[in-house]
């Protein structure tokens, strides 16, 4: 530790884990994205609330840029540290801290992976329902600074559904603990809601109290083949009517070709142009028999034109990965993502719309469409050709997306449904939230963080 900062820390925190090894700047300093070059100061790895505290309180004196890390799976820049910043990884901050079977709560430290809380709360009978792929790497912490989505929102809601009580500190080294795991509580301002979704812009989340719920019941997967986009909400609208929904994901056949080229197993022998995977209760016979009718409706109507429903678990994980595959399979190509999503009611006119644009403009890239089709949440993916440069790349599809943020805030959308803003659509912020609102958000900002440190140059410019 040759910087004289550095130093400093470790005499405020001597227990502290500090790192400057060129590995662990490479590794902690980006996220999913590979766009920006990691160049951080150094790496902190704290293993209690005092060193976060600690690190804050230096960061202020110090005027360090301090970017909070978690699993860096995000898909928007918002853990990368391109500039100097330190970087403070609740990845050592991954306990259990208690079970309260009366409230139904687990409290968890931030750095804990999303699949260690389910299996902690399967072991008591319930469940923590917010879900997605990268469960296995990214942290309650970072999913609650993005108020991450995924698969089940159709049913449960976002994360923030799912926050009795969070433990933060703020920028400027205050600790608040909000909410406490009450259920109701009108005494003011809902300062927890407030962190939820922040990007890390606010404070460090280092503890939360997470609302559990009972099992489902028991379900079944059925993938759909679909003739035409057009159909999509229509089967859609057929099977909400009929059946309980525990989620409902569209895909298209590039999106297919791609995940079977990464070892999934071919589900029909025809090709389609489009696909959905759909899950559903069939706790009584009557929910089988339903689901049966709404395929055979829609099969009649024209909707859907094959389809295979689960027999056992194992079947449809098989199916289900299908669909959860596309984003690793997707990774090589360094696919440049947009994330948008307007009301289901404004969906039909929008998918319209965007199919247009997008095959007006990207004639001549590999476009790759998925999502939570259920919930008005596209993923829309363009994978770099090989023949064509980064910079280049990035530029092409920054003049699309310029586009496409034009037609979302046509029909009241937003830019980013569930990935956040980060770096990758800050340009965009304000074609989704207003100038007075972001004006606003910049207050928050400056009360919470009056240094301006935590997660600089994340969401806007400050
Ligand atoms: P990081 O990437 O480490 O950080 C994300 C942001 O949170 C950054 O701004 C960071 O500074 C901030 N942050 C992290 N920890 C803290 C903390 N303790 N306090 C304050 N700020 C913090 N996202 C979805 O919403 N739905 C999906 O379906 C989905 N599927 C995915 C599938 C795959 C295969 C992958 C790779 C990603 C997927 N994502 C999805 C994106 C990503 O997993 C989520 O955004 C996730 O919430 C990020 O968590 P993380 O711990 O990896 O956060
Ligand atoms: C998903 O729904 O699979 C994720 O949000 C990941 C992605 O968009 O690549
Ligand atoms: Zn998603």
Redesign the pocket.
């Known amino acids: 530790m040759t910087d004289s900062r550095l130093q400093r820390l470790k005499d405020a925190a001597p227990q502290l884990r500090l790192s400057t090894d060129a590995a662990d700047l490479e590794h902690y300093g980006r996220d999913w994205t590979r766009r920006w070059t990691p160049a951080p100061l150094a790496i902190a790895l704290p293993a209690s609330l005092e060193e976060v505290q600690a690190i804050v309180r230096w960061a202020n004196q110090e005027a360090v840029a301090v970017v909070p890390s978690g699993g860096r799976t995000g898909?928007s820049g918002g853990a990368v540290a391109a500039n100097g910043e330190l970087v403070l990884s609740l990845e050592r901050m991954n306990r259990v801290l208690d079970f309260d079977s009366v409230d139904r709560t687990l409290t968890v430290q931030a750095g804990i992976p999303l699949e260690a809380v389910h299996n902690a709360a399967r072991e008591h009978g319930l469940v923590y329902p917010v879900d997605?792929?990268?469960r296995g790497s990214c942290s309650i912490g970072g999913n609650i600074a993005t108020n991450a989505?995924?698969?089940r929102v159709i049913r449960y809601g976002n994360t923030r559904e799912w926050i009795a009580g969070l433990t933060v500190v703020t920028g400027e080294g205050e600790v608040l603990r909000l909410n406490r795991g009450l259920i109701k509580n009108s005494s003011g301002y809902d300062l927890r809601q407030l962190m939820i979704g922040s990007e890390g812009t606010l404070g460090i989340v280092v503890e939360a109290t997470l609302r559990l719920t009972d099992p489902p019941p028991p379900t079944n997967v059925m993938l759909l083949a679909l003739p035409s986009f057009e159909s999509l909400m229509q089967v859609f609208a057929a099977f909400r009517e009929r059946l309980t929904l525990e989620a409902f994901?569209f895909f298209t056949d590039r999106a297919l070709h791609h995940v079977l080229a990464h070892g999934a197993q071919k589900p029909f022998d025809e090709v389609h142009p489009f696909y959905v995977v759909t899950e559903f209760a069939v706790g009584f016979d009557a929910r089988e028999a339903a689901a049966m009718a709404a395929f055979e409706f829609c099969m009649e109507q024209g909707l859907v034109s094959d389809g295979v429903i689960s027999q056992s678990d194992a079947q449809a994980a098989q199916l289900w990965r299908l669909?959860?595959g596309?984003?690793e399979s997707?990774a090589k190509y360094r696919?440049y993502?947009n994330?948008v999503s307007v009301r289901i009611s404004a969906m039909p006119a929008f998918l319209a719309e965007t199919q247009a644009l997008l095959g007006r403009e990207y004639p001549h890239f590999d476009v790759v469409w998925?999502?939570?089709i259920g919930d008005g949440?596209l993923?829309i993916?363009v994978l770099k050709p090989d023949d064509t440069g980064d910079a280049e790349f990035v530029s092409q599809c920054e003049q699309v997306t310029k586009l496409l943020s034009q037609a979302l805030e046509g029909h009241g959308g937003s830019i980013s449904a569930?990935?956040g803003i980060g770096l990758v659509k800050k340009a965009y912020l304000l074609g989704t939230r207003s100038a007075e609102e972001v004006a606003l958000m910049r207050g928050i900002k400056r009360v919470l963080d009056p240094n301006g440190l935590m997660n600089p140059g994340k969401l806007f410019d400050t």
């Open positions: 898909l997605f792929a990268a989505g995924g698969i994901e669909r959860e596309i984003t997707l696919p993502k994330d998925f999502g939570h949440n993923h993916n569930e990935h």
